[in-house]
């Protein structure tokens, strides 16, 4: 590569977009990272606007309605930001030529498998957000002979709205706290599923697409645990810094009644996105660590008082 490569970034404004904005150059890419006013799956004719503009070689989604509770209220709106935005970047990608790596969800799953889900098993979303989710990989599919679908699950951040830093927050202002422990995930920070994308991009770049190429991958953290085991394991990093940890207790979801039906058990099997991209992303533990560093820097410290 020649460093000249442009990625559009949509969703600009969010953990993954910035995450893919700060590690693109090391990879060699340009990164336009847009969201909103300026690209709004709510105003499609921006999506075709800023299209043009960037004249990119490859696009990412990484914008999405995910307010999962609120989508039962809005369906519409999620299925115009989770569908019909994707649906039209497909079809420009497809017009011209070009890749689009579309970032989707474990909720496309119901969660009772009690096993890893693989990308081919059924999908049986139990909400709106799910439900929108799996229109818009659909969608993709169908309208990009190109495209690439990556499914993550638990994604955090050192920065913007996420679990980590909203346990952290609270732990600031109380003693003890209950979190659900029968809920099973794969936790992924956004710095590491990042890095996947930034990866299959160079691959695409380097040595041209493949029919093979095309499709859906499991992209999460290696390993699994319940969010109660996530929240525990991040007041102890947070330790390290000599932060006090509360009592964490661990409730059923039962205890913790919402909206919107999670899946109790979405963990993602990645085997086949190191089979075709030679791709893993870490054990979830590491990159915890590496997350909680990141945020106790100096320079973070404004970043974790804002959380929550």
Same mark, same amino acid.
């Given at each position: 590569?020649?460093?000249?490569?442009?990625?559009?970034?949509? &969703? $600009?404004?969010? /953990?993954?977009?910035?995450?893919?904005?700060?590690?693109?150059?090391?990879?060699?890419?340009?990164?336009?990272?847009? &969201?909103?006013?300026?690209?709004?799956? %709510?105003?499609?004719?921006?999506?075709?606007?800023?299209?043009?503009?960037?004249?990119?070689?490859?696009?990412?989604?990484?914008?999405?309605?995910?307010? =999962?509770?609120?989508?039962?209220? %809005?369906?519409?709106?999620?299925?115009?930001?989770? *569908?019909?935005?994707?649906?039209?970047?497909?079809?420009?990608?497809?017009?011209? &030529? +070009?890749?689009?790596?579309?970032?989707?969800?474990?909720?496309?799953?119901? $969660?009772?498998?009690?096993?890893?889900?693989?990308?081919?098993?059924?999908?049986?979303? /139990?909400?709106?957000?799910? =439900?929108?989710?799996?229109?818009?990989?659909?969608?993709?599919?169908?309208?990009?002979?190109?495209?690439?679908?990556? *499914?993550?699950? !638990? =994604?955090?951040?050192? +920065?913007?709205?996420?679990?980590? *830093?909203?346990?952290?927050?609270?732990?600031?202002?109380?003693?003890?706290?209950? =979190?659900?422990?029968?809920?099973?995930?794969?936790?992924?920070?956004?710095?590491?599923?990042?890095? @996947?994308?930034?990866?299959?991009?160079?691959?695409?770049?380097?040595?041209?697409?493949?029919?093979?190429?095309? $499709?859906?991958?499991?992209?999460? &953290?290696? %390993?699994?645990?319940? !969010?109660?085991?996530?929240?525990?394991?991040?007041?102890?990093?947070?330790?390290?810094?000599?932060?006090?940890?509360?009592?964490?207790?661990?409730?059923?979801?039962?205890? !913790?009644?919402?909206?919107?039906?999670?899946?109790?058990?979405?963990?993602?099997?990645?085997?086949?996105?190191?089979? @075709?991209?030679?791709?893993?992303?870490?054990?979830?533990?590491?990159?915890?660590?590496?997350?909680?560093?990141?945020?106790?820097?100096?320079?973070? /410290?404004?970043?974790?008082?804002?959380? $929550?």
């Amino acid at each position: 590569m020649d460093g000249t490569e442009r990625i559009l970034v949509t &969703g $600009g404004s969010g /953990q993954l977009a910035r995450a893919l904005d700060v590690a693109a150059p090391s990879h060699g890419f340009a990164v336009r990272c847009v &969201g909103r006013p300026i690209l709004d799956f %709510e105003r499609p004719a921006s999506i075709d606007t800023v299209f043009a503009e960037t004249a990119p070689a490859l696009v990412v989604n990484a914008a999405a309605y995910t307010a =999962v509770d609120m989508a039962e209220d %809005e369906p519409e709106a999620a299925m115009r930001a989770n *569908r019909d935005g994707p649906a039209r970047l497909a079809q420009l990608c497809a017009a011209a &030529g +070009i890749p689009l790596i579309h970032v989707s969800t474990d909720y496309v799953f119901d $969660g009772r498998k009690d096993a890893p889900y693989v990308e081919t098993d059924a999908t049986a979303p /139990q909400g709106v957000y799910g =439900v929108t989710k799996l229109a818009g990989e659909r969608a993709v599919l169908e309208l990009c002979p190109r495209s690439i679908v990556l *499914r993550t699950s !638990w =994604v955090y951040s050192p +920065i913007g709205r996420n679990f980590v *830093r909203t346990m952290l927050a609270i732990a600031q202002r109380s003693d003890r706290l209950r =979190v659900v422990a029968d809920q099973r995930g794969c936790p992924t920070q956004s710095a590491d599923l990042a890095e @996947v994308i930034l990866a299959i991009a160079g691959r695409i770049m380097r040595d041209g697409w493949q029919d093979r190429y095309a $499709g859906i991958y499991h992209a999460a &953290g290696s %390993e699994w645990t319940t !969010w109660h085991g996530l929240a525990v394991a991040t007041f102890a990093e947070a330790a390290r810094y000599g932060a006090q940890a509360p009592t964490v207790e661990p409730i059923a979801t039962a205890d !913790w009644p919402t909206k919107a039906v999670r899946p109790p058990d979405s963990r993602l099997d990645c085997s086949k996105l190191q089979a @075709v991209f030679e791709l893993r992303l870490p054990v979830w533990r590491t990159s915890l660590a590496r997350a909680i560093d990141d945020i106790f820097a100096p320079a973070a /410290q404004p970043m974790l008082h804002s959380a $929550g």
